[in-house]
């Protein structure tokens, strides 16, 4: 990615470990937080406050996220038993993942996810 080239970042998993994602907004810098994704309504109407933008796209279903030619980058902040499903979508989605840890439950669906990557 050329140095000018600004990462967009959806995030799934708008609380907990979701506000993590408040460190990656920078508007004016390299990357910019554009959209969170919660099925959780509190989660979801919160989550402008904890980035500090009202430019947010928020929905209740993560797969909306991974439609976007706009989001180049998904970050997993979701239930651990949610990770495999939402990681591997997002990779065959085409988007780079930061998955929280852990990576999946199972070593089976760590598995699933590598092999997500290298297709």
Same mark, same amino acid.
């Given at each position: 990615m050329p140095p000018s080239?600004?990462?967009r970042i959806g995030v799934i998993g708008c609380s907990g470990r979701g506000t993590i994602?408040?460190?990656?907004?920078?508007p004016h810098g390299r990357s910019v937080v554009v959209a969170g994704a919660d099925t959780n309504a509190k989660n979801?109407? /919160?989550?402008?406050?904890?980035?500090?933008? =009202?430019?947010?796209?928020?929905? %209740?279903?993560?797969? /909306?996220?991974?439609?976007?030619?706009?989001? =180049?980058?998904?970050?997993?902040? %979701?239930?651990d038993w949610l990770h495999e499903e939402q990681a591997t979508a997002a990779l065959e989605a085409g988007?780079?993942?930061f998955c929280e840890k852990p990576l999946a439950i199972t070593i089976e669906g760590?598995?699933?996810?590598?092999h997500a990557q290298e297709r």
């Open positions: 080239t600004q990462l994602a408040r460190h990656w907004h920078d979801l109407a /919160a989550f402008p406050g904890v980035i500090g933008s =009202d430019k947010l796209t928020l929905v %209740s279903d993560y797969r /909306a996220l991974l439609d976007r030619k706009d989001i =180049d980058a998904i970050a997993v902040c %979701s239930p988007k780079h993942v760590c598995d699933r996810i590598l």
